[in-house]
């Protein structure tokens, strides 16, 4: 349905913040046209695909500068173009991100997008598990923290995406993130290529199945 959900959902999670519960996102569409703001040491779990959030009006999941946090078994999803990204992390710490899916013909920016906007604000122990990013229109994962410190990637598929499958874009000269590991991924099918990495520091690939490894 077109109900906007959003005012509700929020409201759930911080009740349950509050209370130290955990979140469970039913079976069922739940349309949302304002943010999805997680606070910090929060569990949001799902009953697997047909638990869906449904983004319009330029909305997201949003992580902002929280810790602690576990998205488990649920499904982002938007066919509107005023969509840029279905989950935004910013300087968040210790995030992990377990069978979630993420996917519509929109996200014109990136499926998800791991951001900060100084040294002093970055993420770090980023972690996704089993994660599927298909068919979105822009890149399947946009990181552009210059600090970041150690986004992992553990049997992921991130394929079919309009731009790069694995986007680490660099701000500055002088900073560089560290840890970009990937392993027993599928990335395969994104337009501009599977991995554009501008500043790979200690980071490791391994187990991986890139069909279009650096670019076109």
Not at 108 to 113: D, E, Y
Not at 155 to 180: E, F, H, M, P
Request: negative net charge; charged residues 15%; hydrophobic residues 40%.
């Amino acid at each position: 349905n077109s109900t906007d959900n959003a005012a509700a959902i929020n409201a759930c999670l911080t009740a349950a913040n509050e209370a130290g519960a955990d979140v469970i996102i039913p079976y069922g569409q739940f349309v949302f046209k304002s943010d999805i703001l997680v606070p910090g040491y929060q569990i949001i779990r799902g009953m697997g695909w047909y638990s869906k959030l449904v983004a319009q009006n330029g909305a997201k999941v949003f992580l902002n500068a929280v810790a602690y946090v576990k998205l488990e078994h649920f499904h982002i999803q938007s066919t509107d173009a005023a969509c840029a990204v279905g989950l935004e992390i910013f300087a968040s710490y210790y995030i992990d991100v377990d069978k979630v899916w993420i996917t519509g013909t929109k996200f014109t920016t990136a499926g998800c997008l791991i951001a900060a906007t100084t040294s002093v604000n970055n993420n770090a122990q980023i972690n996704f598990r089993n994660v599927d990013i298909e068919a979105c229109a822009g890149d399947g994962i946009r990181t552009t923290d210059d600090l970041f410190q150690s986004v992992n990637l553990h049997c992921c598929n991130i394929a079919g995406n309009g731009g790069w499958g694995i986007n680490q874009l660099v701000q500055s000269d002088t900073l560089y993130g560290s840890q970009l590991n990937a392993t027993d991924c599928l990335v395969e099918g994104n337009t501009l290529g599977d991995i554009n990495a501008q500043s790979l520091y200690c980071s490791h690939f391994s187990g991986c199945h890139f069909e279009q490894a650096l670019g076109t």
